[in-house]
């Protein structure tokens, strides 16, 4: 049996900035509380680690912090939140991804310009929430699904943007419909370049392999679109949070098993399967590369 892991797989840039900015915070801010508002990247295990190595304290809302430090992670938030945290007295840090950013920004650019603006995500997604947040008067469509634009009305001046980690694929009979309610239809592409080169590697891959492991968090989306991705491209997939979740009869008969993670799951987890897989008799080919 042979295990390969696909040529991009794991910590995307975002995320990366997002530990070494509460790295620097820890440092930074020694004997103050320390919070991240939600997990500051969708793995309980890091986030775990965090907790216990650094006193990293992930919250659910703002109520539950008392002085200290406010890290706000790649997902970004709405401003009003930023507020509300510095008027309880927060020192706030900006660990917001760029490309979240830049969505947020082209978002708010399409409605000041008088678009309809429609977003292309996960209605409760905190980056959906976010971008919504950014907008004026905080209104815009999102829709999941090709049905959902159906149920809009005609409309003049549309302005699409994409949740960040968006697979484009599934979006083509989408813009058409929406095109069709429109008189105009002006596209940002926002959807992010790490996530798109992380999709087609693993795609390529579970086209080749007879079983394809895909390592990350439950809890992220990320990780789950990269599972739908491989089992649309014919591998016997399955979602792993950590090595020891790996049961050895999913790879009876497999010549080749690949090994795709999402963007929030660290190496050492990776590392961790591919371990497990070596004790199993496989060989692995390559070794696991950072994304860019
Ligand atoms: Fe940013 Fe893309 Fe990662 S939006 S957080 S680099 S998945």
């Not at 990366?16 to 793995?43: D, K, M, Q």
């Not at 999941?144 to 943007?161: A, K, W």
């Not at 980690?165 to 069709?180: A, C, I, P, V, Y």
Request: hydrophobic share 40%; net charge neutral.
């Amino acid at each position: 049996m042979r295990v390969r892991i696909a040529e991009r797989a794991g910590f995307c840039y975002g995320v990366r900035r997002a530990l070494s900015i509460v790295e620097r915070a820890v440092n930074e801010h020694r004997g103050e509380r320390i919070y991240t508002l939600g997990p500051i990247i969708h793995n309980p295990q890091a986030v775990q680690m965090l907790k216990e190595r650094m006193g990293v304290e992930p919250i659910s809302s703002l109520d539950e912090a008392e002085g200290g430090v406010l890290i706000i992670r790649s997902h970004g938030v709405p401003p009003a939140l930023i507020e509300r945290a510095r008027a309880k007295g927060l020192k706030v840090i900006d660990a917001t991804c760029p490309f979240v950013k830049r969505a947020q920004n082209k978002a708010r650019q399409l409605a000041e310009e008088g678009y309809q603006v429609v977003i292309f995500g996960e209605k409760e997604h905190p980056e959906v929430i976010g971008i919504l947040g950014h907008l004026p008067d905080g209104r815009a469509y999102v829709v999941e699904t090709p049905e959902e634009i159906d149920g809009l009305p005609p409309m003049r001046r549309v302005g699409v943007i994409f949740q960040t980690t968006q697979e484009m694929r599934s979006f083509g009979d989408m813009l058409m419909k929406l095109l069709l309610k429109s008189e105009e239809l002006k596209i940002h592409n926002t959807i992010c370049h790490a996530i798109r080169d992380q999709q087609a590697a693993a795609r390529r891959l579970a086209e080749e392999a007879d079983v394809m492991l895909v390592v990350g968090g439950r809890n992220s989306g990320n990780t789950r679109r990269l599972v739908q991705i491989c089992r649309d491209a014919g591998a016997k997939s399955y979602h792993i949070e950590t090595a020891d979740e790996i049961d050895p009869s999913w790879l009876k008969g497999a010549e080749l098993v690949g090994v795709a993670a999402g963007a929030s799951t660290p190496d050492f987890i990776i590392e961790g399967v591919l371990e497990r897989l070596k004790s199993m008799g496989a060989e692995v080919e390559g070794r696991l590369k950072r994304s860019p």
